[in-house]
């Protein structure tokens, strides 16, 4: 792409910061060097259609661009440091530019989720046996089974043990993150951990929709007929949310 800028000037109140520029840009690396103050950010912010110069106009391959709204002219401006909106989430901080050029919700829900989970693959989630593209694939996957419960607002309980800690601080986030599902991972002692699953148990009065827990407790799911192999609900009613391409000898041992 071309870009010329001509004869322009940028002015804020009585003051110039920019004056008459002519500019012509061709395809390839380009560096604007000067002193703070000299004008750099002022141009740039011209050239990506954040501000209106005060004089002049703006060609991008011949077309004068200089009355094109921003969202329509395909052109970024990245800052040297990262620059979020501090009252919008993450969500919303991805999305906003998508929102911005018109893209319909449900495109840009899908978009935001593939940036999350490419974000965690190339973060957290390594090391890992698998390469970035079969992670990738997997995690595409994961959005698509977690669509219908998109929304939802799920309560988790575990004790408070180093690999728990990492699944209520970390996983927990990615996984919402990832899924739009908000995950609550709460950390508490075994002996309430035992406290509340048997109330639960007794009552069928819902106080958290999962349990993360060790065998130990099994005895107890046992005697209340709680217990439900993994791999038989995998292969019945949970077939629709397990990963077609999961190793289960190796997930379970």
Known sequence: MTLRLDNISKRVGGE?????????LEPGLTVLIGQTRAGKTSLLRLMA???????????MDGVDVTDTPVQQRQVAMVYQQFINYPS?????????????????RAEIDRRVREVAAEKWVDGEFQPSTLSRDEQLKEMEWFIKAAEPFKGMDI????????????ESKTLARAFSEITGIKLTHDLIQEGDVI?????QM???????????????????HFR???VVPLSDWMSGEGADVTNPGLDVDDFIG
Do not use: F, M, W
């Not at 309560?155 to 990492?166: P, Q």
């Not at 007794?202 to 107890?220: F, K, W």
């Open 16 to 24: 110039t910061h920019i004056y008459p520029t002519q500019l012509d």
């Open 49 to 59: 259609g954040l501000d209106k110069p005060a004089t002049g106009r703006i060609y």
């Open 88 to 104: 919008l989430k993450v969500y919303d901080n991805i999305a906003s530019p998508l929102k911005v050029s018109g893209i319909g």
């Open 155 to 166: 309560r988790v309980v575990s004790e408070t043990i180093t690999t728990h800690e990492c």
């Open 195 to 199: 406290e509340k699953l048997q109330t």
């Open 202 to 220: 007794q009552s069928d009065e819902n106080i958290y929709d999962a349990y993360v827990n060790d065998s130990d407790l099994i005895g107890t």
């Open 224 to 226: 209340y007929q709680k």
